[in-house]
């Protein structure tokens, strides 16, 4: 066993993990305020949802399919250019960018919020005025999500901008997104229609805030963007960045505990995995921050007997609700799918109209072979620099179907999990199949994530791919603290999803949020300030 000394382990800042809220932290206080920064990242890869890899000649990105509001000019493609000092580009998605398959009912979207607006009266004419008022709600119940987030985080300026806002929203995040559909509309193939992107917040209507569907709905209205190159190029920019500020990106290093002394965080222990020996490493900081989420953050890291005052009532919403998990399908293609028809959108297919059967099916039809619903993706499509055809199929599945391996290592489990595996491989090339016949003899190669891959990676509650579930509950005033940045250890800050929301762009803003918060931080407005300067 190997400990570092404290005089090489001093940084101005720690931060554990290297998703995108880490990302954005780093890069903005190495380039903004100097900071040397220390990323300490479990896996042998950074940028957690963001990274990618590939096998053989085939290329995929394991969290990023697509990204919305990355138009030339606007404020999100202005943060993340000035997070990645424009070391990404991007590219436009095709025309319709998503495609929604249900069984007697297949709609294009475009992202024009037009066209989408018109294209639904157009089937369901007798929901005009519905279909008119839930455009104009979508902007008032995502920005209540927003002013929630700057209300718990925020100076006393957003806090009272958060109120006011509160009220002109009207809407509150109890509301439901099946409360709020059941009280507008009628025909069930319309609300049906409308929650089509539930998996990129991971919640059935009948359990996800009104407030959280707005959120994703209003990010994907002008369309969606690709990352040329793959999304592999977002974490080696803030790389790139943190190394030259005298920074440094640490792989394959578990963070094990938090340092506190006297009531302050000053720094981690680590442990080194992937080695051929054992080795603990101590690192230190005046500044820690987080992005492993609030349950790692709150119920491992920080020792168990330091006062937490929220821990118990975390760790109840924990037991209870689970995040989110699933399965995805790498395919590595042996011709170009364009020959099917496929041009480089997205399918959302589903078997049934009623998306809260579909959601408690999760835990069935890995037995069954019969998949209620499935993602599909074509990442060589969506990037000009694709060298080989790829596709992602990504299926929702509840984690205790894969608890019977949990203690079995990586690469080393069982052949009754390989066989599970198989069986699940297939049966969602087959339901592609079914919709899109050919589509089966276009693979070449396959490879199959679970939940325990993620949570391998990870470190995730149940390998949950979107943090805390956005549930109402989540959202209740008795629970902010769990969700703000500061915590009550003092030195010790969060960032990503569990500030926010699942999704890139929200663990961006999650880290925006942290940085304000931070000693020698940057205010969110002069953050917004300086993003708008690089034009």
């Known amino acids: 066993m190997q400990a570092k000394s404290i005089e090489d382990s001093a940084y101005d800042l720690i931060l554990i993990g290297s998703g995108m809220g880490v990302l954005t ?20 890869k950074a940028g957690g949802f963001t990274h990618d890899f590939k096998r053989q000649q085939f290329h995929w990105d394991v969290g990023i399919h697509y990204i919305g509001q990355m138009n030339e000019g606007s404020l999100m493609r202005q943060l993340f250019d000035l997070v990645t000092q424009k070391g990404v580009q991007w590219n436009k998605m095709p025309e319709p960018f998503e495609r929604f398959v249900y069984p007697e009912l297949t709609f294009d979207l475009y992202g024009d919020p037009r066209r989408f607006q018109d294209d639904l009266i157009r089937v369901f004419p007798k929901e005009k005025r519905a279909i008119q008022q839930y455009f104009r709600d979508l902007q008032k119940a995502a920005a209540a999500l927003f002013l929630h987030n700057i209300r718990i985080n925020g100076n006393w300026i957003f806090k009272t901008i958060g109120h006011l806002g509160k009220l002109w929203s ?22 049906a229609l409308l929650v089509s992107q539930w998996g990129d917040y991971g919640l059935p209507p009948s359990q996800s805030p009104f407030a959280v569907h707005a959120t994703i709905a209003m990010h994907y209205l002008n369309g969606a963007y690709y990352p040329v190159g793959g999304a592999g ?4 920019s803030v790389k790139d960045i943190v190394e030259k500020n005298g920074g440094q990106f640490l792989l394959n290093r578990e963070v094990t505990q938090i340092l506190i002394e006297k009531g302050r ?3 981690v222990k680590v442990r080194k995995v992937n080695a051929s020996k054992v080795t603990k490493e101590t690192y230190y900081a005046p500044v820690i921050v987080s992005n492993t989420g609030a349950a790692t ?11 937490i005052p929220f821990r118990e009532p975390l760790r109840q919403f924990v037991q209870k609700h689970s995040s989110i998990t699933n399965v995805t399908l790498y395919l590595g293609l042996a011709d170009d799918s364009r020959k099917l028809g496929f041009r480089g959108e997205n399918h959302w297919i589903y078997e049934n109209i009623d998306h809260n059967v579909t959601y408690k099916r999760r835990l069935h039809w890995i037995w069954d072979n019969q998949p209620p619903q499935s993602y599909l993706s074509f990442p060589s499509l969506k990037d000009p620099n694709a060298t080989a055809h790829t596709a992602e199929i990504v299926a929702w599945v509840d984690y205790d179907a894969f608890t019977k391996w949990k203690t079995q290592t990586w690469l080393h489990r069982d052949t009754d999990y390989q066989q599970l595996k198989e069986r699940i491989s ?7 199949e079914k919709h899109y ?43 902010a603290a769990w969700t703000k940045a500061e915590t009550p250890v003092f030195g010790l800050y969060l960032t990503g999803a569990d500030l926010y929301m699942g999704g890139i762009v929200s663990a961006m803003l999650a880290g925006i949020t942290t940085v304000s918060c931070l000693p020698d931080g940057i205010s969110i407005p002069q953050a917004f300030a300086t993003a708008a300067k690089q034009l």
Do not use: C
């Open 437 to 479: 016949p050919g589509f089966a003899n276009l693979v070449a190669y396959y490879e199959l994530s679970t939940p325990l891959t993620n949570e391998h990676f990870t470190g995730h509650n149940k390998g949950g791919i979107y943090g805390l579930p956005a549930i109402p509950e989540r959202f209740a005033p008795q629970n």
């Open 170 to 191: 009207g809407i509150k995040l109890d509301l439901t997104t099946q409360e709020y559909f059941d009280k507008h509309f009628t025909n069930p193939q319309l609300k």
């Open 297 to 307: 953050t709150y119920l491992k890291l920080i020792p168990a007997n330091y006062p």
């Open 233 to 236: 190029k977002i974490g080696q």
């Open 25 to 44: 932290v780093a890069s903005l206080m190495a380039q903004l305020r100097g900071k040397r920064v220390l990323v300490l990242e479990r896996h042998f």
């Open 265 to 267: 965080a000053v720094g």
């Open 426 to 432: 297939q049966a969602l090339i087959q339901q592609i």
